[in-house]
């Protein structure tokens, strides 16, 4: 029998791990119909998923978009940079990496350290990144030339149903939960920030695709674009409660766009109690397409 030498064995304990988040991840779109979030197939991949990013600072997977990924172990709050890694999170990496010839430009609103945009930046897309927490851009700014993301234009302000200024919540213990004022619930000490907000019909570029996350405020963006856009670009977005919801769910009512829910099993949610009203619920594909598409690589 083969014995791993003992001063080996966590390496290739290691090496072990990492295979298997690159097998799921090549795998992600024959696995899609059964990765909703009550699934035990979900539950257990996103657990292994999760086990993998939070042992440090691992080694990135040894694939495209990932390969050379300059990523820094950074605390944000009780938060850390590695937790932004996620078996729901790895979904969209895969969307982007296999929708390449189907979209060419994307909006990351709310992009945080800028994770989703340098992967798709990688994957060839003109990337715009909106991240209003100063410290958050910051990072972002300096992540993004870590990475060589030139197709990336970064913008620190906040996407909202106005053009002007705003109160930005930021938690001290969890500053990735930064949000509009009103927009969520939020506990313990917080700064306040004055940030600049824009419109998405305002802007004079149109995306083809969107991230969203915007902690709560997922209406006052979506209703920043008339339907008639909406109709010719699709969006990722994550609800983060019951309002947002529901100002989201009333917005496209009868409008054509659907809402594929992640929360049941990616159908086309009918009917309100359908569409996530938090994050542990998963993601919203929003488009006029009949379902979401996985193009080829």
Request: hydrophobic share 40%; with cysteine; charged share 30%.
């Amino acid at each position: 029998m083969f014995t791993v030498p003992r001063d080996e064995a966590p390496a290739a304990a290691a090496e072990e791990k990492r295979r298997c988040v690159e097998g799921v991840f090549r795998l992600i779109p024959h696995l899609f119909p059964v990765l909703d979030t009550v699934s035990p197939v979900h539950a257990a991949l996103d657990r292994m998923i999760r086990q993998y990013f939070d042992s440090g600072e691992p080694e990135m997977p040894d694939l495209e978009p990932f390969r050379g990924l300059v990523w820094p172990f950074v605390r944000m709050g009780n938060i850390t940079s590695y937790d932004l890694f996620s078996l729901d999170e790895l979904i969209l990496f895969r969307f982007y990496a296999a929708n390449r010839r189907l979209y060419r430009r994307v909006f990351d609103i709310g992009a945080n350290l800028g994770l989703h945009s340098i992967l798709l930046s990688r994957c060839g897309y003109e990337v715009h990144a909106f991240e209003p927490n100063r410290q958050h851009y910051d990072l972002l700014l300096k992540n993004l030339a870590a990475n060589g993301c030139e197709r990336v234009h970064a913008r620190p302000e906040a996407v909202s149903d106005r053009d002007g200024t705003a109160e930005l919540v930021q938690p001290k213990g969890n500053t990735t939960a930064s949000h509009i004022r009103g927009a969520r619930d939020f506990h313990g000490d917080v700064e306040i920030a004055h940030v600049r907000t824009v419109t998405l019909q305002g802007l004079d570029v149109r995306p083809d695709l969107m991230k969203i996350d915007v902690e709560g405020h997922e209406e006052s963006v979506i209703r920043s674009l008339n339907l008639e856009d909406w109709r010719r670009v699709d969006a990722w977005v994550e609800i983060h409660n019951d309002r947002a919801r529901s100002g989201v769910f009333d917005y496209f009512r009868g409008s054509g766009i659907r809402l594929f829910a992640q929360k049941i099993g990616w159908r086309e949610a009918r009917r309100l109690e359908e569409l996530p009203s938090g994050y542990r619920e998963g993601h919203v594909f929003v488009s006029a397409r009949s379902g979401v598409p996985w193009g080829n690589d």
